[in-house]
C-alpha cells in the first residue's frame, strides 16, 4: 500500500515547500479533464491533505491499512467576464450560466473545477490551471473579484469592497473560502465600472514579490 507520500512521489522527509510542489503537479496530471480519473484526484487531494494534518501512518502495518478519507470538494462553474460583452450578456441575466453552457466558449473562458472547500478560490482554481488576475494575495486590490452569482464564498479579509459591491455579489478569490458546495462565478470582474475605480494597480505588488524574492 502506498503511503501519502508515495502517492505524491516525495521522500517522507520531504520540506512542504517540495510536498507543495510535488502536489501541484499531481493534481493537474490527475485530473480527469487532463488524463487523469476521478479515483486518481480524489487520492491525490486525501495525500495532500494527510501531510498537511500529520495524519500520515508510522508504522507498516497502519501504512497496509491507509486509505484515503472521502474527499469533499466544491463544484464551481466559472465564466470569464471578458467574453460577456462578446456575446450581449449582463451579470444580471437569469440565464447567464445556460448561455454560457450552450456558446462553445473556449474551456479557458467557461468550464468547472473541483475546489477545496477550505482553501482560497484563487488558489483552488490556480491548482486546476486556470489563470485568473489578482495581485496582493492579501484582499487590498481588488484585482482577483470574482461575481459569485449563485452559491456562497465567506472572505478572511477585505481590504476595498463597499457595501454595494458586496450586495452585488463581488468577492475577492483571493480571500475567498466557499461555504456551499456548488458555486457559479464569474472571475475577471476587475473591470466592472464601479470596481475599476477601487483597483489598485497591481504593479506595487509585483514590484514587492521581486523584491521580497
Ligand atoms: S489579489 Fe489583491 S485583493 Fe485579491
Same mark, same amino acid.
Given at each position: 500500500?502506498?503511503?501519502?507520500? +508515495?502517492?505524491?512521489?516525495?521522500?517522507?522527509?520531504?520540506?512542504? &515547500?517540495?510536498?507543495?510542489?510535488?502536489? *501541484?503537479?499531481?493534481?493537474?496530471?490527475?485530473?480527469?479533464?487532463?488524463?487523469?480519473?476521478?479515483?486518481?484526484?480524489? *487520492?491525490?487531494?486525501?495525500?495532500? *491533505?494527510? =501531510?498537511? @494534518?500529520?495524519?500520515?501512518?508510522?508504522?507498516? +502495518?497502519?501504512?497496509?491499512?491507509?486509505?484515503?478519507?472521502?474527499?469533499?470538494?466544491? @463544484?464551481?462553474? /466559472?465564466?470569464?467576464?471578458?467574453?460577456?460583452?462578446?456575446?450581449?450578456?449582463?451579470?444580471?441575466? /437569469?440565464?447567464?450560466? !445556460?448561455?454560457? $453552457?450552450?456558446?462553445?466558449? /473556449?474551456?479557458?473562458?467557461?468550464?468547472?473545477? $473541483?475546489?477545496?472547500? &477550505?482553501?482560497?478560490?484563487?488558489?483552488?482554481?490556480?491548482? !486546476?490551471?486556470?489563470?485568473?488576475?489578482?495581485?496582493?494575495?492579501?484582499?487590498?486590490? $481588488?484585482?482577483? $473579484?470574482?461575481?459569485?452569482? &449563485?452559491? @456562497?464564498?465567506?472572505?478572511?479579509? @477585505?481590504?476595498?469592497?463597499?457595501?454595494?459591491?458586496?450586495?452585488?455579489?463581488?468577492?475577492?478569490?483571493?480571500?475567498?473560502?466557499?461555504?456551499?458546495?456548488?458555486?457559479?462565478?464569474?472571475?475577471?470582474?476587475?473591470?466592472?465600472?464601479?470596481?475599476?475605480?477601487?483597483?489598485?494597480?497591481?504593479?506595487?505588488?509585483?514590484?514587492?514579490? =521581486?523584491?521580497?524574492?
Amino acid at each position: 500500500m502506498d503511503t501519502p507520500f +508515495d502517492v505524491l512521489g516525495v521522500d517522507a522527509d520531504a520540506a512542504p &515547500e517540495t510536498v507543495e510542489r510535488a502536489y *501541484r503537479r499531481r493534481v493537474k496530471t490527475a485530473h480527469p479533464d487532463h488524463g487523469g480519473s476521478p479515483g486518481e484526484f480524489q *487520492r491525490v487531494r486525501a495525500a495532500y *491533505r494527510a =501531510i498537511l @494534518d500529520g495524519d500520515v501512518p508510522d508504522d507498516e +502495518d497502519e501504512t497496509a491499512s491507509w486509505e484515503p478519507a472521502p474527499d469533499r470538494t466544491v @463544484d464551481v462553474e /466559472d465564466l470569464n467576464y471578458e467574453v460577456l460583452d462578446d456575446h450581449g450578456w449582463t451579470l444580471d441575466d /437569469d440565464d447567464l450560466f !445556460e448561455r454560457a $453552457a450552450a456558446a462553445d466558449l /473556449d474551456p479557458a473562458d467557461y468550464g468547472r473545477f $473541483a475546489a477545496d472547500p &477550505e482553501g482560497f478560490l484563487l488558489e483552488s482554481a490556480e491548482d !486546476e490551471g486556470h489563470v485568473w488576475p489578482f495581485a496582493c494575495r492579501g484582499g487590498a486590490c $481588488a484585482n482577483c $473579484a470574482v461575481a459569485a452569482l &449563485e452559491g @456562497d464564498v465567506t472572505m478572511t479579509v @477585505d481590504h476595498v469592497l463597499p457595501d454595494e459591491m458586496l450586495d452585488r455579489d463581488v468577492r475577492l478569490s483571493c480571500m475567498a473560502v466557499p461555504t456551499t458546495d456548488t458555486l457559479r462565478v464569474v472571475y475577471n470582474v476587475k473591470h466592472l465600472p464601479d470596481l475599476d475605480d477601487l483597483r489598485l494597480p497591481p504593479y506595487p505588488f509585483e514590484r514587492s514579490t =521581486i523584491t521580497d524574492g
